[in-house]
Structure formats: structure tokens, C-alpha cells
DNA sequence: GCGGATCAC
DNA sequence: TATGGTGATCCGC
């Protein structure tokens, strides 16, 4: 923001000084001290009646920039849009399915569509394009169709955007029926192209169509994955198109000599490392497979292998959920800890807004800090219900931030960037299910956790002033005290504690923050006594013996509860309603390995320099949405991939059993080794009783039960949802897997199974614990 | 889960 | 060319 304003002033600084100042491009006049001159002359006209006048009018001409520059953004963007759309409008019809990518690429598998064309006749393969003036330099006879690239010339020489028109040729491939005169008639046949029906041909019409209608050219590969698809595009970019037939030679041809930087997924680093071993194409790649199985991990080696046999995915994922969101600014320094408090709110403020958009609630809230030597740094913090507003997000990367401040003090954070980030963003399911429990939770515990806090004074504002240092007491702070051995990183304590304050919503301080899920009304009346740890109604009006029972509870030592041992499969339908701690995952199939073949349409009218006034043009029209993002769309291309899938020769396969085993499985199991199994004893990380079980189902239920008695039976009682996961089958393994590899290809393996909840068994285990110090003040 | 790092666009 | 912004993933803890 300052940056803005800043850079703002100089540009109308620099404005005035032109108007006003020395102008040193006349002839004779180089070599004089500018500056000075022009200081003379400010200092000789200020005040005058003229220097006021012409600084009303630069003022004037400032704002109608400013003006300019938003209709601009505003237009820019719209036709962006609409491009975009018009685009996606033509691919869909070559498959409904396509994927894109990011805003200008897209992947398409044409295959069916290839054989539906094969019968076409010619006039559905007909388009018309438009110029302005055909007979002016006569290379409209886009003969070459043949040609791998088409005839440049002509395409670019096509420039019409039929912004308003409807009744486009191209929209209609069938020809006379809206023609009227014979000159009309011979004009269009004049200018029509049939395409044939070959892949390549496919291919041509649709970058054809493209830049039809929008004025951006287009780059294609088409390969037998997605993978040698993309590299294609590679091959002829400005505006051209490759293909790789569906032949292990031609594969393998196209492969060896390849840099390996041009391998989607190689980037700066990967090639480094690699070149430092001499590698630097695929080909040496692949002979130098033995050093790399030793040098990288599982998947970096299982990745390598694929990329130098020329194996690429196959199938086109559908766009999975999102998985995070989050909103950073690069700025100029900034060091006081009040302008990086109030930064750090406007960023969740910002976010806040974003995810609403789209109504998602996450767990996990990442700062991220980048200070003035580039250095960057994340911390991130998981709550155990869920953030969505500001003031949720921002209480959490308040005190990220606040730890961060802490740690260099006396000496100030000097930043250039800071982001905010939410992820592990609950699936509808687990809305639902946390709403429930939050505010039965709320509804019983309200009371209770307000009366354990101790009593605080301050009124502070912790959204606009820097917080102060010394943490205050809180709901767990004896517990802690008394029980943590391990030393813990204090902020982190004091933002659990805090987390499970706000978690609560029990603000001692009618003051602080009250977040909209509950209303903060009543929270000082008293009117019974609830155990927020095991729901039960005390007896007893005096606070201390509650806080006696509530620190009995959490020791364990009041927990009567007998988990039933049997092993009954019901017992699956239970942990689902109560809450999925341990869900099994579906293994991603591994389709990797087929030999496919795939299409990569096209780039952007990357702006060649050949072709800049053709594409220039409809580039410089870009989303207002950050200029970073319109330099980006200003050199690179709308790419879309084809997949063809037509089956070819040797299907070279690095599949083997181990490919069952989900990632994401291992991973679970491994993290939930170390936080609630040791030796396949499980000890409830809420009552701390070891539990005889070792049916995690079983040991789950009984986690649920402890954390939410008083809620389990009305959702029991209410929602009856059966799931199809096996998951004692689940659990045998567990704890015996410990260590098994993670074999999953990057390209596929962590993506979440659509029909699996999101929530897996560690994440809800782990958010119970969820972090060391809570796991430690639990043991 | 956390934090650092890499990568794509 | 360098720098930014957003999102995803991997790896070692």
C-alpha cells in the first residue's frame, strides 16, 4: 500500500517535471545537469501563479490516468474472460472432458472424437474465416494444410475478433445457407479451409478455430500421454504443433536427446543437481539409473525412470478439490510490529472474504514471512475446530506472527512479504458434523471454561495493536505447567492455548473477540456447572471442585468409561457418524504406464516477435487481477492437450504391488504410529487410559467418546450414514507398515480419492494432538 | 502436522 | 530479466 502511494508520488513528480521542468532532448543540450537545472527552476517558479496552475492541471491529467487505468483493467479482464470461454466453448466440443490448466493450457483426449469424424463429410469439416481485405496482399489461400505449422501467414493475417458476431462461419461449418449473392457465395469458398481427419488435421482446426475467434494463437502437441504432450508443445511454439505417433520408437526418438529441464516437473533445482551428475538429457538419464536409485528418494527415482522411458499419465484427472488458499504482498520494507499486525489482519481479512466465496472452513493456518534477504520462512498452526472469518484466521496468524516478532526481539522483523494461507479444509461432512459439536459443546461447556479461565483486565485491541508479550493465563496453562517436560517452543503453548480459548469461544473478557458462532451474551451468568471434558453436570456450585474434576477428568483418573472391546462390524458405522478417525483410502489406480496418445494444442500467440501484432494485441488484454499475472499471459501461451488414446505398442510398466499402497495410506499410518500406537498398545490421548483394544475402530469410538460424550448419542441417534471403508482391515495394518515405502507417482498419488472424506485417520487423530505440546500435555 | 524447498503457471 | 502471487507437492523431521 505504501509502495503504491509511494510510487504514485514519484510518477507525479516525474509528471510535473515534465510539464514544468528542463527538457534535455533538444538538440545541444546533453551533458548539462539536469537535475539541477530543474531544482532551480522549481525553486524559481513555486509559489507563482503558473506553478499553481500547471500543478492543478497535472493533477488533473493524474486523475484521469488513474481513470484510464481502471477502465483499462476493467476491459482487459472482461475480454480475457470471454476468450477464455470461447476457448473452453471450442475444446469442449473435441472433448467434454477436457482439463485445463491454469488459465491458457488445457489437456484433451480427441480420441473419441477422432473416430465420430472419421465418417464426417467434408462440409462439417469446413470453416470460413474472415480478413479484412482479402485481394489486398492475396495470401489467403491457406493451401498447406499438410504442413506441420500452418501457413503463419495466413493465420495471422486473419485478424478479425468477431467480437459481436454471431452468425459466424465458424460457428456454422456448413456452407451456403446464409449466403445472398453469388459475390458473397464465391468470397466465403474463397476463404474456407477443410480440415481432414487425421489427429494432426483435428489439431489445426481447432487452433484454427481459436484464434478465430479470439486472436490468440495457439501451440499443440500431440503425444501418447500428457507428459510427451506438453513437451511437444514445446517443440513449435510460436503458433505451431507437434506430434509424437503412438510408437514406442518414435517415443523413445523423441526422448533421448531431450534436455531434461524441458521434463514438466524439472525445474532449476532438479536440472542442477542432476548436471552435477552428468546428466542432462533423458537418455543419460536413464543409463545413469543405478546412482540415481541411490541418490534420490523412492519417487524422485520412480519419476526419473518414467520421464526417461517416456511414461506419462494417461487420464485426465478432473480438477480435484482445492486444497489451500491464500493471499500474500510483497512490499516495501516494513518493520514496526504494529504496521505487520495490521498488515497481517488486512491479509486475513482478505482471505477471509476468499474462502467464503467458495464457503470453505480450514484447520490449518500458515504464515508465511519473506524478510529483507529474501529469506522465507512459514509457520503454521492447526486449530482443532475450523477458521473462516478474519478474526478466526487472524487470531491464529496473530500469534504465528507474534512468535516470529518475539523471536528476534529487540531487534524488528524486517519484512518484504507476508502471507497468510489456510488449508485442511473440511469436507461438508465434517461442516456439519463440527457444527454440531461445537455448539453443543459450546452450548454445555460455555459455562464451565469461562469460569476456569482466570481473570483478565485488559481491554486491549489485539487486531490493531501489537499484542503484548507476556502470554496470559489460560484455560491449560496449570495443566501444562505441571505436566510438559519436554520444553516447548513457548509460542506455540501460549497459541494452543489461545487456539483453544477461541476454539471455545470462552473469552474471559466480554470484550475480546466473540466470534459469530456464538454470542458472547450470558457468558459471565452461571447457571450450572458442565464438565467440558466429560459433559457431565457437577454437583457442585464451587468452582474449585469443578476445576478439581475438570483436571481429574483430563488426567483420566475420573473416566469410567468402558469402551467395548468386541470388534463387532457395526462398529464401523459408529466411527463414521462420531467422527472419521480412521477412514480407509482407496489406492489410486496407477494408470500411468499406458501407452497413449496425447495431444498438446497450443500456444499462446506467444507474442513471437513475428507475430507481435497479431498477438500483442489480445495479450496486453489481461485480468486486472495482479500485473504479475498480465506479464505472465504477455509471454506465455494457451496451450491445450490433446490425448489421444489410441493404444500402442510396448506398454513399458514400472507397476508393481507396491502401487496398492496408497500414499496417503502409509502416511497415515505412519504419523498415527508416532502420535496414539506404540507397540500396539493405544493409550486414549484424552482420558490417557491405556485401551485393551487394538481395533482402531474400537479405540476411535472410545477417543470420540471421551472428547464428545454428550453429543455422540444425538448423532447417533440422527445420522445413520454407512460407509463402505474396511477398516479393520484398515487396522491390521497399521502399525505393521510403519515404514513401507511411498511408491506413489507425484503425478497421482496424493490426490484425494473423490469418494473418500478428506478426513483421514491421522488428521483426526493428529489434530487431537494437534500439536507437540498438546500430544505432550495429554501423556 | 510442521517447515523448508521445489515447481508450474 | 527479474520479481510477484497462488497453489501443489515432496521430504525430513
Known amino acids: 500500500m505504501d509502495s503504491t502511494k509511494e510510487s504514485g508520488d514519484v510518477s507525479s513528480d516525474n509528471g510535473f517535471l515534465l510539464r514544468v521542468g528542463l527538457n534535455d532532448n533538444k538538440a545541444g543540450m546533453q551533458g548539462l545537469d539536469k537535475e539541477k537545472i530543474n531544482k532551480i527552476i522549481m525553486e524559481a517558479t513555486k509559489g507563482s501563479r503558473f506553478y499553481e496552475n500547471e500543478l492543478k492541471k497535472d493533477q488533473q491529467v493524474n486523475q484521469r490516468i488513474e481513470k484510464m487505468m481502471q477502465l483499462k483493467d476493467k476491459i482487459t479482464s472482461q475480454q480475457l474472460l470471454k476468450a477464455q470461454l470461447q476457448v473452453r466453448k471450442i475444446l469442449a466440443q473435441y472433448d467434454p472432458n477436457f482439463m485445463p490448466v491454469g488459465l491458457d493450457e488445457a489437456y484433451l483426449n480427441i480420441t473419441e472424437y477422432l473416430e465420430e469424424r472419421q465418417n464426417w463429410p467434408e462440409d462439417k469439416r469446413k470453416y470460413f474465416y474472415k480478413t479484412d481485405n482479402v485481394t489486398e496482399n492475396g495470401k489467403q489461400d491457406l493451401n498447406a494444410p499438410d504442413e506441420l505449422k500452418l501457413n503463419e501467414d495466413a493465420l495471422s493475417s486473419s485478424p478479425i475478433l468477431f ?6 462461419a465458424e460457428e456454422q461449418p456448413t456452407t451456403t445457407t446464409h449466403l445472398h449473392t453469388e459475390e458473397q457465395r464465391d468470397q466465403q469458398l474463397l476463404n474456407s479451409i477443410v480440415f481432414g481427419t487425421s489427429a494432426q488435421e483435428v489439431v489445426k482446426e481447432i487452433r484454427f478455430r481459436i484464434e478465430q475467434k479470439t486472436r490468440l494463437t495457439a501451440s499443440a502437441g500431440i503425444a501418447p500421454n500428457t507428459m510427451l504432450a506438453k513437451m511437444c508443445s514445446d517443440q513449435n511454439k510460436p503458433n505451431g504443433q507437434f506430434r509424437i505417433p503412438p510408437d514406442r520408437q518414435a517415443v523413445m526418438d523423441f526422448i533421448k536427446d531431450l534436455p531434461i529441464r524441458k521434463v514438466p516437473g524439472i525445474g532449476k533445482v532438479t536440472e ?10 533423458c537418455s543419460e538419464l536413464y543409463q545413469q539409473r543405478a546412482p540415481i536409485s541411490l541418490l534420490f528418494s523412492e519417487t524422485s527415482w520412480r519419476n526419473f525412470m518414467d520421464i526417461s522411458l517416456g511414461l506419462g499419465s494417461t487420464h485426465l484427472e478432473k480438477d480435484g478439490e482445492r486444497k489451500s488458499m491464500s493471499t500474500e504482498r510483497t512490499f516495501g520494507e516494513m518493520n514496526t510490529a504494529e504496521d505487520q499486525y495490521d498488515l497481517c489482519q488486512e491479509l486475513c481479512k482478505d482471505l477471509a472474504q476468499d474462502l467464503q466465496k467458495e464457503g470453505l472452513k480450514g484447520k490449518t493456518v500458515t504464515l508465511k514471512l519473506k524478510n529483507v534477504n529474501f529469506e522465507v520462512k512459514t509457520k ?37 512479504l507476508m502471507g497468510v494461507r489456510v488449508s485442511g479444509f473440511l469436507n461438508e461432512e ?5 457444527q454440531r459439536s461445537i455448539t453443543n459443546f459450546l452450548k454445555q461447556g460455555k459455562e464451565t471454561t469461562v469460569l476456569r479461565l482466570q481473570p483478565e483486565k485488559s481491554n486491549e485491541d489485539h487486531f490493531t495493536k501489537p499484542p503484548e508479550t507476556s502470554p496470559r493465563e489460560s484455560f491449560f496453562d496449570k495443566k501444562r505447567a505441571a505436566r510438559q517436560k519436554t520444553s516447548q517452543e513457548p509460542f506455540i503453548n501460549e497459541a494452543v492455548d489461545k487456539q483453544n480459548l477461541h476454539d471455545m469461544k470462552s473469552s474471559v473478557n466480554p470484550m475480546e473477540e466473540t466470534g459469530p458462532t456464538i454470542g458472547s451474551e450470558n457468558s459471565n451468568e452461571v447457571k450450572s456447572l458442565t464438565c467440558p471434558v466429560c459433559f457431565e453436570e457437577q454437583r457442585s456450585s464451587s468452582l474449585e471442585a469443578l476445576n478439581r474434576h475438570i483436571d481429574e477428568c483430563l488426567n483420566g483418573t475420573l473416566v469410567k468409561e468402558k469402551i467395548a472391546t468386541s470388534k463387532s462390524a457395526n462398529l464401523r458405522e459408529n466411527t463414521h457418524n462420531l467422527s472419521p478417525y480412521i477412514k480407509h483410502k482407496t489406492s489410486d489406480t496407477h494408470t500411468k504406464n499406458k501407452m497413449n496418445t496425447l495431444v498438446d494444442v497450443g500456444h499462446p500467440s506467444n507474442v513471437s516477435k513475428n507475430s507481435i501484432s497479431n498477438c500483442t494485441e489480445a495479450f496486453a488484454i489481461v485480468p486486472s487481477k495482479s500485473r504479475a499475472e498480465k506479464e505472465h499471459s504477455l509471454s506465455s501461451d494457451t496451450s491445450s492437450y490433446l490425448y489421444l488414446d489410441q493404444n500402442v505398442s510396448s506398454k513399458i510398466s514400472l507397476e ?31 482420558c490417557n487410559l491405556e485401551q485393551k483394544t487394538t481395533d482402531l475402530a474400537v479405540f476411535n469410538r472410545h477417543v470420540d467418546v471421551c472428547l464428545n460424550k454428550g453429543i455422540i448419542q444425538e448423532l447417533t441417534e440422527e445420522i445413520v450414514c454407512p460407509i463402505k471403508n474396511n477398516i479393520t482391515e484398515n487396522s491390521k495394518r497399521i502399525g505393521s507398515l510403519g515404514k513401507a515405502p511411498q511408491s506413489m507417482n507425484p503425478t497421482t498419488g496424493t490426490k484425494r480419492s473423490g469418494l473418500m472424506p478428506p478426513q483421514s485417520a491421522s488428521k483426526k487423530v493428529k489434530t487431537c494432538n494437534s500439536s507437540r505440546n498438546i500430544e505432550t500435555f495429554f501423556k
Open 163 to 168: 467480437e459481436d458476431n454471431t452468425s459466424l
Open 272 to 281: 542442477k543437481l542432476l548436471k552435477a551428475l552428468g546428466i542432462l538429457t
Open 380 to 416: 503454521a498452526f492447526t486449530v482443532l475446530s475450523s477458521v473462516s472469518t478474519e478474526e478466526e484466521i487472524f487470531a491464529v496468524a496473530k500469534e504465528l506472527l507474534r512468535t516470529e516478532i518475539d523471536s528476534v526481539a529487540p531487534h524488528p522483523l524486517r519484512l518484504r
Open 430 to 434: 465434517d461442516k456439519k458434523y463440527q
Open 656 to 686: 508393481n504391488a507396491e502401487h496398492c499402497e496408497n500414499s496417503e495410506c502409509v502416511q497415515e499410518t505412519k504419523s498415527y504410529s508416532s502420535t496414539a500406537i506404540q507397540d500396539d498398545i493405544l493409550v486414549c490421548p484424552v
